[in-house]
């Protein structure tokens, strides 16, 4: 076996062109490979550290839970950790909300308290607060203190009478200065709490993290039963359960991403393998003699697949190491570059602060990008591509018979006996004839670079296509918005329910008449809005509500060109009973179809409305226009606010048009102006057009960056391939070459025909990349229109990539067939025709 | 002026015409369109102020005195309005002219960088085609020069010829002539005299033997005779060949066998083929010791039939190999010297072979003797 | 009379110090047109190198040879190329068909690479003469040696050289085979008026040829 191993690495050093870039196909896979699941596992990495760092971790809460309960659960087997928390009452405080509350030292560290100063209270009258809230009282006074303090405390029926204590301050708390929310926790002592509250009207809210997560529990879904299962044990009722949906959420993998991951490093392997299977089968076919000799001289079968592995093998040894090196140099900053990159993308989903912890997280280095099980992936995944591309070489070299190989002259006797050819020859028609002699190869080549330019050309129709522009006018109907931001299912935050909003509407006639007169303002559009549940399909909202926007009689063009389904004019749907509803509900409820009746119970404010509809349309409307699963004319809207009887205020947001001939900076004026409106309450939001602009272009510029430095290695490993096979195509035939120039055919004429073949390279590359690949565009153009992947609807041909891709490949091609004619050129004709005698 | 030349003319004129046609129609169309944004200027001015509608028109025709009026106040006053240098070039059409020329000017250029293209292309092809013509010519003459030289060469053989065969006549002759002037000036005995007469005899034999040689070997030489060529069958030839040398061959105990082969017919002088294969037959008989024997053997290939003669001879040293079918050339071994011969048989294999496009060549045979290929074309 | 092919003190050293060696030590041969000369030597003895320098595929370190008068070595690679495509024809031991191309397209190649029209009936005369006139779209890798090496042999005269050199153009075939093709090789040459150098060791196809150089060492010891 020495022998063998001894044999091929001769044969590294004998084939030290082939190696080099078969190792340096090898360097890149290996790099891409590592990059990719690098930064996958990064990103993932790096949002689970921040998560833990920003959200409380806690994995649910029970409250209402008695002093009795409280012990039985922290006994109890599932459960980790246990911190118990018991709100007291609340401070008078006219414009802020101050809440009096203990938490054990569990429930301070599961919720994330700290301190800025001083200690927690432990006893007697000690308490600690954001030191912000002694400002909201007119205090000043330090650590150690005391200040006396109006309270209510919680009774049975709600809160009781104001009382007022003295209390020691003990420390202050971390919190965001100048919060807008103004709520201001208020920390007592365990002995205090006891003393205030007697024993059997203690209700605690219990916070716990569940154990086994992430191993035998694994997704939201499975930890929502457990904590419900648990709570049901000890009489929790489901209300009374709160599972912390956005730890929970922020925490969770999303199948997708791994499965793209999975996806791109399968890519990554099959280039891998089609360009070094490519390199050993092009520049094997010469090589034939030398196994064949080999046998000649007694090696088995066996034997000559090892040693054609081996070679392979010890060119991977080396370049594997290389290629993890590199990448375990620029993993770190390519991770952070990114991270930095996405820091500028602001949405209205997206937690600012999250993206800074991150940020600073990986500045610091606290997240382990570089993990050993990645490097372990990389090995094994690099060697069985190596070993794929081996496969067909190794078998190859171990069936030629010595006798065969002896007389190998290049290519086995054909199938082909007889070519029809032409009467006259010249120079096009000989590489014509040796361009179709190599099919194979010549197949094989375009195949490989044409893969590699198919996926250019799909990437880049995607980010073509995913014109920021277009996007953002998708997502963003005029130029600025006001809207009332309105959530529900808050307990906290009952006020932002939108049946009572709707009763303290701050988008009021008078409002939005102050917006028309803010100088540029152009056009102000009112859209209307209902919110609430589909009666017997889904009463609870589980799935989708049942929100409705309501259209001005401005919007009746865009409401009818929607209809992809059935058809009803906006005078129809004025009816009252016809809807419009999004196309999005039949995905939601297959049950839901054209001229389905769908029930809605709609509260309006302190009542509710239900009304029975008929669809008389689906449409398909993008959600500049509205977000909403039902579209009415707001007359019909309107109606069944009054049908309630309630005086109401449907108002939901404005849309703004601003003048388009305003300059830049008049344009900032008038939205400063606008947005100094929107603050006069805490219920208004505003958005403008170039917000989403930006993230949209942000978004697609790093989605550009990555797609297109990915290509790019990946175009990489694809030259090393064109780069084989050139230098292949001339070495081998430098016997046939020389030849044909000793009967006739001078050193222009050689590289004419070098020329031709590399152009023939060039077109077929061209032809399967722009070909297929526009098609393959296409093709994914329209699964990610039909998707709503990144908002894609107009399709746009990548005319600039397009023509890049060909520039550069017709370059590098050039270049190529320059230094391969002009290494071939330096060595002496005599030699072209020594070789191999 | 030829017709080539004629045409580039005629297609270089042509274009130049459509070029300044098409650019004149672009200027009319220019000017015209010129025209009406003024009749509309005009029109919209004197709309606006009939009363300076003389003046107006003085401004738009040139003709009233306001060479003095100030472009840079004009300009600034459009520009007040929005309306610059970039409005003026889009709005009056003006750049759909511009940009026509400029297509025009681009196929202009190609059109005429075509035509030189091509034309340094046909050029090219012509100097090509002359150098190739001349290098034909060359060869031709090179041809006919080689005729010509054949023709001397021919003379100077025959010329050669003459002299190696007068020198080849010499010693018998010279011998004869001593033989006679020893007889006559010198008392013999009657034994002696029948010796002389004897050996008398030989010499005329030897001389007969050599002229009939020579006379051959000029007929074939000087192209006194033609070889004629006609199909026939080789073994008929091979038989006449083996015929001539069978007595001598039967004398010496020298068995010839011939291996059996197919009837060929294959196009040849059977007379002067059967004397070729008869002259190595006959070297072969000659050299050979007494009891060995002389193999024949026929194959057939695939443009030629092949003749091998081989024997148990003394064989030919390497060194004379390439000799021996060179004329008059005699081996240098004794046994050789010490026999008959002139040194013309394998000589007139040679040349009756290759007059009719074959071959003679000897290698060394199994038992140390020769053997002769020889190769006929069939056709 | 004018000589075709003469080199003149041509030398052509490879390697140097105790590695020297002489390819070709201050040669002097001259060739008539019309000659059919056979070049012998043991094999290292210089005879390719020499064929080399005949045909201008190698450069010489010093000397000349001339061809038709002409030294052509003072031409330029290119014009060089296309001097030796027109005067020149070339046969090799291992026959280096074009394994893609069909046997007519293998002897008209230099034709078209030196962008001429091809001449039907006289490449077709060839053929015929090759006996190939029945396998013209055959490849290259369906044929006989001998039949490559017929092929290789048109293909050396359709381009009507003046002069056909053959590196040992029957090295590769069996005696009967090799007998047959140097005969068509000489046939074809005569025909056509051509001079014909050819490489052999084999003694007795030398004495085919109208004359023999005996090379050793890279000198010529007779000729």
Redesign the interface.
Same mark, same amino acid.
């Given at each position: 076996m020495k022998t063998v191993t001894k044999t091929a690495l001769a044969n590294v050093r004998q084939n030290k062109v082939r190696n080099l870039i078969s190792g340096t196909a090898i360097i890149l896979t290996t790099l891409l490979v590592f990059m990719v699941l690098t930064v996958g596992n990064a990103s993932v990495a790096v949002r689970f550290a921040g998560v833990n760092a920003y959200y409380p971790p806690y994995h649910a809460m029970f409250r209402q839970v008695s002093e009795e309960n409280v012990q039985k659960l922290s006994s109890h087997n599932d459960i980790e950790k246990l911190g118990r928390r018991i709100d007291l009452g609340e401070g008078v405080e006219d414009d802020s909300t101050v809440l009096l509350m203990y938490m054990d030292d569990t429930a301070l560290e599961l919720n994330r308290v700290e301190l800025s100063e001083g200690t927690f209270p432990k006893s007697g009258n000690e308490i600690a607060f954001p030191e912000a809230m002694l400002g909201e009282y007119g205090l000043t006074a330090g650590i150690g203190d005391e200040i006396a303090l109006p309270f209510q405390l919680y009774e049975e029926d709600g809160l009781g009478y104001q009382k007022e204590d003295t209390f020691r301050i003990c420390g202050f708390l971390e919190g965001e200065n100048g919060s807008e929310q103004k709520s201001y926790p208020v920390l007592v002592s365990e002995e205090y709490m006891e003393q205030t509250i007697p024993e059997e009207s203690r209700e605690y809210r219990v916070m716990f993290r569940l154990k086994d997560v992430g191993k035998n529990i694994e997704t939201t879904d499975a930890i929502e039963e457990e904590v419900k299962g648990i709570g049901a044990d000890f009489g929790v009722q489901e209300d009374n359960v709160v599972i912390n949906t956005e730890y929970l959420l922020a925490n969770y993998i999303d199948p997708t991403a791994l499965f793209g991951i999975v996806c791109i490093v399968l890519v990554v392997v099959m280039a891998g393998v089609l360009t070094i299977y490519s390199i050993y089968y092009v520049s094997m076919v010469p090589k034939i003699q030398e196994y064949g000799k080999l046998k000649a001289m007694g090696a088995t079968k066996r034997q000559i697949r090892q040693i054609v592995f081996r070679e392979g093998l010890l060119v991977t040894a080396i370049a594997l190491p290389l290629g993890l090196l590199v990448g375990s140099l620029i993993a770190g900053p390519v991770t952070e570059w990114i991270y930095r990159l996405g820091g500028n993308i602001k949405t209205e989903y997206t937690e600012e602060n999250l993206n800074t912890i991150c940020m600073q997280l990986l500045e610091n280095g606290e997240v382990q990008i570089l993990t050993w099980w990645i490097y372990l992936v990389t090995i094994l995944t690099v060697v069985v591509t190596v070993y794929l591309s081996l496969v067909k070489p190794m078998r190859m070299a171990a069936k030629i018979s010595p006798v065969e190989a002896m007389r190998y002259q290049g290519e086995r006797p054909g199938k082909k006996q007889q070519r029809k050819g032409f009467q006259e020859m010249s120079l096009g028609r000989l590489t014509r004839a040796g361009l179709a002699r190599n099919k194979r190869r010549s197949a094989l080549t375009i195949l490989t670079l044409g893969t590699v330019g198919i996926l250019f050309m799909v990437v880049a129709t995607v980010i073509s296509c995913a014109a920021p522009k277009e996007i953002a006018r998708q997502e963003f109907e005029e130029d600025y918005k006001i809207y009332v931001d309105s959530w529900s299912g808050d307990k906290m935050n009952p006020d932002r329910e939108w049946e009572n909003l709707m009763q303290n509407n701050p988008l009021t006639e008078e409002f939005i008449s102050g917006i028309r007169e803010v100088p540029g303002v152009e056009k102000v559009e009112i859209k209307t809005y209902l919110s609430g549940a589909l009666t017997e399909i889904d009463p609870e909202s589980d799935i989708a509500g049942a929100s409705i926007q309501g259209l001005g009689e401005d919007y009746a063009k865009e409401m009818e060109d929607c209809q992809i389904e059935g058809h009803a004019t906006y005078e129809e749907l004025k009816s009252g009973d016809q809807i419009l509803m999004s196309q999005n509900m039949m995905r939601w409820f297959p049950e839901l179809h054209l001229g389905s009746r769908v029930k809605m119970t709609l509260p309006v404010g302190n009542k509710t409305v239900e009304r029975t509809f008929q669809v008389a349309a689906i449409g398909d409307y993008p959600s500049a226009i509205s977000w909403a699963n039902f579209l009415l004319p707001s007359s019909v809207v309107e109606e069944i606010a009054a049908e309630a009887g309630e005086s109401v205020n449907l108002n939901d947001a404005c849309e703004i048009r601003v003048d388009s001939s305003l300059s830049g900076s008049e344009r900032e004026e008038t939205y400063a102006a606008l947005a100094g409106l929107a603050k006069t309450s805490e219920y208004l939001e505003t958005d403008s057009f170039e917000q989403h602009l930006g993230n949209w272009e942000t978004t697609m510029m790093i989605f550009g960056v990555i797609g297109y430095a990915f290509l790019i290695i990946l175009g990489a490993i694809g030259i090393m391939n064109l780069i084989n096979t050139m230098i292949n195509s001339i070495y081998t035939r430098r016997r046939e070459l020389g030849m044909i120039q000793a009967i006739g055919m001078s050193e222009k004429q050689l590289v004419r025909m070098m020329q031709l073949e590399g152009l023939f390279y060039t077109a077929g590359t061209l032809l399967v990349s722009l070909g297929l690949g526009s098609l393959a565009g296409y093709g994914v153009f329209l699964y990610a229109k039909a998707d709503g992947m990144l908002n894609i609807t107009v399709y746009h041909y990548p005319v600039v990539p397009a023509v890049a891709l060909a520039v550069t490949v017709a370059v590098i091609q050039l270049l190529l067939t320059y230094a391969v004619a002009r290494s071939f050129r330096r060595m002496s004709l005599i030699d072209r025709i020594r070789y191999a005698d | 002026m030829d017709s080539g030349k004629l045409r580039r003319v005629a297609l270089a004129a042509g274009l130049l015409f459509c070029f300044v046609a098409v650019t004149g129609c672009l200027f009319l169309r220019a000017s015209q369109a010129r025209f009406e944004e003024e009749a509309k200027i005009m029109a919209k001015l004197t709309e606006t102020d009939p009363a300076g509608e003389a003046e107006f028109a003085g401004i738009i025709t040139g003709k009233s005195n306001e060479e003095g009026a100030d472009t840079g106040d004009g300009k600034k006053l459009l520009e007040k309005y929005g309306y610059t240098f970039e409005d003026s070039m889009r709005g009056n059409g003006l750049w759909i002219y511009a940009g026509g020329l400029g297509v025009v000017l681009a196929a202009g250029f190609l059109a005429a960088g075509a035509a030189g293209w091509y034309c340094f292309r046909e050029k090219k092809k012509e100097k090509d085609r002359a150098e190739y013509l001349k290098g034909r010519l060359l060869e031709t003459q090179n041809r006919s020069e080689k005729m010509e030289d054949r023709l001397r060469k021919e003379e100077q053989e025959t010329k050669a010829l003459i002299t190696d065969i007068s020198h080849q006549l010499k010693t018998p002759i010279a011998s004869l002539k001593m033989s006679y002037e020893i007889e006559d000036s010198t008392e013999l005995s009657e034994e002696e005299r029948a010796e002389f007469i004897r050996k008398e005899r030989e010499d005329v034999s030897r001389m007969e033997n050599l002229l009939q040689a020579f006379v051959q070997m000029t007929r074939l030489e000087t192209g006194m005779i033609r070889l004629q060529q006609e199909k026939r069958s080789l073994k008929e030839t091979l038989k006449q060949a083996v015929g001539s040398i069978y007595m001598k061959a039967l004398k010496k105990g020298i068995r010839i066998e011939t291996e059996e082969f197919p009837e060929l017919v294959i196009r040849h002088d059977p007379k002067w083929t059967a004397e070729a294969f008869g002259n190595v037959l006959d070297n072969a008989v000659k050299y050979a010791p007494a009891g060995s024997w002389v193999r024949i053997q026929v194959s057939e290939m695939v443009s030629f039939v092949m003749v091998e003669i081989e024997d148990e001879g003394p064989g030919i040293p390497e060194k004379e190999r390439g000799k021996i079918f060179q004329r008059f050339y005699r081996g240098e071994q004794k046994n050789v010297q010490e026999t008959e011969g002139a040194g013309v048989g394998l000589y007139l294999t040679r040349q009756i072979l290759e007059r009719q496009k074959g071959t003679v060549f000897v290698k060394p045979g199994r038992n140390g003797g020769s053997k002769f290929v020889m190769t006929l074309p069939k056709e | 009379?004018?000589a075709?092919l003469e080199t003149k003190n041509l030398v052509k050293y490879y390697g140097t110090g105790e590695n020297l060696v002489k390819a070709i030590d201050h040669t002097d041969i001259r060739i008539e047109?019309?000659e059919f000369v056979a070049v012998v030597g043991r094999s290292g003895s210089g005879k390719s190198t020499l064929l080399?320098m005949l045909?201008g595929?190698?450069r010489p370190d010093s000397g000349k040879v001339l061809i038709?008068g002409r030294d052509i070595f003072r031409l330029k690679?290119?014009r060089l190329?296309?001097f030796? *495509?027109?005067?020149i024809?070339?046969i090799?031991? &291992?026959y280096?068909l074009?394994? $893609?191309?069909?046997v007519?397209?293998n002897i008209?190649?230099?034709?078209?690479?030196?962008?001429?029209?091809?001449d039907?009936e006289y490449v077709m005369d060839i053929i015929r003469r090759?006996?190939m006139e029945d396998r013209?779209?055959?490849?290259p890798?369906?044929l006989s040696g001998?039949q490559q090496q017929r092929v290789a042999i048109a *293909?050396?005269l359709a $381009? *009507?050289p003046?002069i056909i050199l053959a590196d040992e153009p029957t090295g590769n075939l069996d005696s *009967?085979?090799e007998?047959?093709v140097?005969?068509?090789l000489?046939?074809c040459v005569?025909e056509y008026?051509q001079t014909l150098v050819m490489i052999t060791h084999d003694? &007795?196809?030398?004495?085919?040829a109208d004359r023999?150089i005996v090379i050793e060492d890279g000198k010529v010891v007779r000729a």
């Open positions: - | - | 009379m004018k075709i047109p019309g080399h045909g595929l190698d038709e690679d290119e190329a296309v030796r *495509r027109r005067k024809g070339f090799f031991q &291992s280096n074009v394994p $893609s191309l069909n007519w397209e008209v190649l230099p034709i078209g690479l030196d962008g001429r029209k091809v039907q090759i006996g013209l779209h055959a490849l890798n369906t001998g *293909r050396a $381009s *009507r003046a *009967r085979t007998i047959e140097v005969n068509l000489k046939n005569t008026g003694e &007795s196809i030398a004495q085919m023999m």
